[in-house]
C-alpha cells in the first residue's frame, strides 16, 4: 500500500471513529457499545495484507445479511404495531447500529478507492441519523466537526483514486494550456465532495420526518397526492396551522406561529373550535389511531353522520357561518362542537367526509364565495352540570390507555392531586389548577432529549411549555386515574373584530376532551390562565445576534444564508488556492529558466519523435529504459548519463560529454530512419 493510500485509509477510519462518536451524542447509539465500537474501529482500519478474494466475498455477504436481518426486524415490528405504527426515532437508532456493524465488517476487505468510498458512503449515513437525532450543542459541534473530517476523507480517497492505476508519465511539449480560472475551480478535489454533501444533505432533510428535523416531504406528498387531483389544500407549510387534518401531534416540534389571517366567525360562538381527534399517547406525540374509513356524504347541503368514537353530547346546537378570509379551499372543517350538518351556497357540490379523527369537505368553496355554514352540538361546560354526570364509561379501553414505557412518576402526581376529589369534574379541576400553578407557558420550551417521555419532562425538569404539554400532561394523568381523556387539535379564542372572532395561525391550540358519563365528551383547557415563562436572558454573542438579524433579514432564511456562507467558504478556498498555485509558479519560474532545454534534450527529442523511429516511450518509461528497450549497446551508458546530468544534475556536463552525447543520438536517429528505407 502506498504512502497515499495509507493515508486515504487513516483518513476514512477517522472519519468512521468520529462519525460513531457524533451518532453517540446524538443518541443513536447506546454509550456502552461506543469503546467496543472504537476499539474495533481502529483495528479494522490499519493497512491490510493481502485479501483472499474468497474470504473478502465472504465479508460482504455476511454486511449486507446483517443489514437485511436488522431491516427485517425493524419492519416485523412496524406490522405488529399496526395502526400506530413505530417510534421514528428507535427506527432510526436500528439503522444506525445496522450502519456501524456494517461497516466495521467491510472495513477489513477495503483496499480499492471503490471500496472506500462505499466505506465512507455507510459513515455518511452514521452522520445523517446523528444530525437527525441531535438535540443539544455538543451533538451539533460534533456532527458539524465529523462532517469536515468525512469530507477530508473523500477528498483523500478521490485523490488516491486518480493514482489507482500504473502512474503515466507525460512529455509535455511547448508552454502547456493553462485552464482559465473558472475550470480551475471545477477541477479541485475539495469541491466535488462538498457540492455532494450540500446536495446530499439537501435531499435528506426534505426526506426525513418533520419530527427528526426534517420537512416530512413524504407526508407533504401523501397530504397533496390524498387531499384529491384538482383540489388544492393548505398545508401547514402554507398557512402556518394544519388545515388538511392529517398526521400526527409530535410534542418535540417548537416555535411562533405566524398571524396568518384563516378564518371569521361570529363573536358570540364559542372560543374553541375543534378541528382534529387524537387517540394515542406515545410519549413523543399524540396520533389519531383510528381505523381508515370513512363516511361520505354529497350534496349542496347535507347532514353529517355521527360515529361511536365521536357522539353528539348532551349540550345545545348551534349554527355558525363561517368566512375563510384566505379564500381558500376548505378541506379540514373546524366546528365548536360536534358536526351534525353542513352546507355551502346552492350552486355548489358537496363531498363530506367524516373520517373517526375529523370532518372534511371537498369542493365546498371556491376562492370567490369562501363561506359554508356549520351546525354543531356544542358540550356542556358548566361544573353544576359536570359534577352530577353518573353512568358507565367508553367500552372501548383505549381511552385510558398509555405507553408501557410511561414513568410511574406521572401517575403518583395525580393520585397525589386527587386525593381529595369526590367527582369527576372536581379530579379535572384539581389538575388543571395544579398545571396552572406549577406550569409556566412559553412557545419555545426545551425540548425532550431522545428517548424520554414528553409529559414527563415537562411536568418534572422542565416545568416550561405550551398548550400541547399543558393538554398532553392533564390527558395523560387522567387516564393514569382510570378516567377516558384524549387531546384535541383546533382554533381558539381569536381576535375580536366587530362582530366577528378572528382565528389566524397563530390562534391554533391544543386541550383536552373529558369523558362524562350520560353527558359526553367535554372540553377542558389547562393552558387558559397558565403564568408567562419569564424571558430567557439571552447570551448569545454579538456574532450570533447579527448572524439572527441577517437570518431574518434574508429572504430565504436560515437556508438561503447557509447556501451563502458554503459559497463563501468554496470561494475563500478557491483563492487560497489560486494564491498557493501562484507562488509555486513564481518559485518554479527562475529555476525554469536557468535550466533551458539542452542540445542533448533536443538530440534525444529528435529521436523520439522522428516519424521513423523504433515507437515513442511506453507510460512511465524512462529515458534509460527507453534506449535500453531500442537496442542501445551498453557501452552508451555515458550518453545516458550525460543526459540525465544536463536534465536533473545541479551543474550541466562538460562540452566533450555534450557532443558526444549529442552525436550518438543523432547517429541513431539516422539508424532508425535507414533502417526504415530499408524495410
Known amino acids: 500500500m502506498t504512502e497515499r493510500e495509507l493515508r486515504a485509509r487513516t483518513w476514512a477510519g477517522a472519519a468512521c471513529t468520529v462519525a460513531q462518536i457524533a451518532a453517540t451524542a446524538a443518541g ?39 443489514v437485511a436481518t436488522f431491516a427485517g426486524l425493524i ?31 467491510m472495513a477489513p476487505a477495503a483496499t480499492t478507492p471503490r471500496e472506500h468510498r462505499v466505506w465512507l458512503t455507510v459513515t455518511t449515513g452514521v452522520l445523517v441519523a446523528a444530525a437527525a437525532g441531535g438535540r443539544t450543542s455538543t451533538s451539533a459541534l460534533l456532527n458539524v466537526g465529523s462532517w469536515v473530517v468525512l469530507l477530508t476523507a473523500i477528498a483523500k480517497v478521490q485523490t488516491t483514486a486518480a493514482y489507482a492505476g500504473s502512474a503515466v508519465v507525460a512529455t509535455v511539449e511547448g508552454t502547456p494550456s493553462q485552464p482559465t480560472r473558472i475550470l480551475s475551480l471545477w477541477r479541485s478535489d475539495g469541491l466535488v465532495p462538498v457540492l455532494a454533501s450540500l446536495a446530499a444533505a439537501t435531499v435528506v432533510f426534505y426526506a426525513l420526518p418533520s419530527g427528526l428535523g426534517g420537512g416530512g416531504l413524504a407526508r407533504r406528498i401523501a397530504t397533496r397526492v390524498s387531499s384529491g387531483p384538482g383540489v388544492p389544500s393548505e398545508t401547514r407549510d402554507s398557512v402556518g396551522v394544519d388545515t388538511f387534518g392529517a398526521g400526527d401531534l409530535s410534542l418535540l416540534v417548537r416555535g411562533a406561529l405566524p398571524d396568518t389571517p384563516i378564518m371569521r366567525v361570529p363573536w358570540h360562538s364559542p372560543p374553541l373550535w375543534r378541528g382534529t381527534i387524537y387517540r394515542d399517547y406515545t410519549g413523543i406525540s399524540w396520533e389519531d389511531g383510528f381505523n381508515d374509513h370513512f363516511v361520505s356524504r354529497g350534496g349542496p347541503s347535507t347532514a353529517v353522520p355521527l360515529i361511536s368514537a365521536d357522539p353528539a353530547p348532551v349540550g345545545r346546537p348551534e349554527t355558525d357561518r ?83 414505557t410511561l414513568p410511574s412518576s406521572i401517575g403518583q402526581l395525580a393520585h397525589q392531586l386527587t386525593t381529595q376529589a369526590t367527582t369527576r369534574q372536581q379530579q379535572v379541576a384539581d389538575i388543571e389548577g395544579y398545571l396552572r400553578s406549577h406550569e409556566t407557558y412559553s412557545q419555545n420550551s426545551p425540548v425532550p432529549g431522545p428517548g424520554q417521555d414528553a409529559v414527563a419532562e415537562f411536568l418534572f425538569r422542565d416545568h416550561v411549555g405550551f398548550c400541547e404539554q399543558f393538554a398532553s400532561a392533564e390527558a395523560v394523568m387522567l387516564r393514569t386515574l382510570g378516567v377516558p381523556a384524549r387531546v384535541v387539535s383546533g382554533l381558539g379564542y381569536g381576535t375580536r373584530i366587530g362582530s366577528t372572532r378572528l382565528f389566524t395561525a397563530a390562534n391554533a391550540h391544543a386541550w383536552v376532551e373529558v369523558y362524562y358519563p350520560g353527558i359526553g365528551w367535554s372540553p377542558s383547557d389547562p393552558t387558559a390562565g397558565a403564568q408567562l415563562a419569564p424571558p430567557a436572558v439571552s447570551h448569545r454573542s454579538t456574532f450570533s445576534r447579527v448572524m439572527a438579524a441577517i437570518t431574518a433579514a434574508l429572504p ?37 529558466a536557468a535550466r533551458a532545454p539542452g542540445p542533448v534534450l533536443a538530440a534525444f527529442l529528435r529521436l523520439i519523435r522522428h516519424p521513423r523511429a523504433p515507437g515513442p516511450p511506453a507510460a512511465a518509461e524512462t529515458a534509460r529504459e527507453y534506449l535500453g528497450r531500442i537496442g542501445v549497446p551498453p557501452q552508451a551508458d555515458g550518453l545516458i548519463a550525460t543526459l540525465e546530468q544536463e536534465m536533473y544534475g545541479a551543474n550541466p556536463p562538460d562540452l566533450a560529454s555534450t557532443d558526444a552525447a549529442v552525436a550518438a543520438l543523432d547517429a541513431l536517429t539516422d539508424d532508425a530512419a535507414q533502417a526504415s528505407l530499408r524495410r
Open 28 to 66: 443513536m447509539l447506546p454509550w456502552w457499545a461506543l469503546p467496543v465500537t472504537l476499539t474495533v474501529t481502529v483495528v479494522v482500519s490499519r493497512p491490510p495484507g493481502p485479501i483472499n478474494p474468497s474470504r473478502a466475498k465472504i465479508t460482504r455477504s455476511a454486511g449486507v445479511a446483517c
Open 75 to 105: 419492519a416485523f415490528r412496524a406490522i405488529g404495531a399496526g395502526g400506530v405504527g413505530p417510534d421514528p426515532t428507535s427506527t432510526l437508532r436500528s439503522l444506525t447500529e445496522a450502519l456501524v456493524v456494517l461497516s466495521l465488517i
Open 322 to 404: 363561517v368566512t375563510m378570509v384566505r379564500g381558500a379551499h376548505v378541506t379540514l372543517i373546524w366546528a365548536p362542537g360536534v358536526i351534525t350538518h353542513l352546507s355551502g351556497s346552492s350552486s355548489e357540490v358537496l363531498r363530506v367526509i367524516r373520517g373517526d379523527n375529523n370532518v372534511r369537505a371537498i369542493g365546498l368553496v371556491s376562492p370567490a364565495t369562501a363561506t359554508y355554514t356549520v351546525t354543531s352540538t356544542v358540550p356542556t361546560t358548566r361544573p353544576a352540570q359536570l359534577r352530577k354526570s353518573s353512568g358507565a364509561d367508553p367500552s372501548d379501553p383505549i381511552w385510558t390507555q398509555l405507553p408501557t
Open 556 to 592: 430565504g432564511g436560515r437556508l438561503a444564508l447557509g447556501v451563502a456562507v458554503a459559497l463563501l467558504i468554496m470561494l475563500a478556498g478557491w483563492l487560497v488556492e489560486l494564491g498557493r498555485g501562484e507562488r509555486r509558479r513564481a518559485r518554479r519560474r527562475p529555476a525554469a
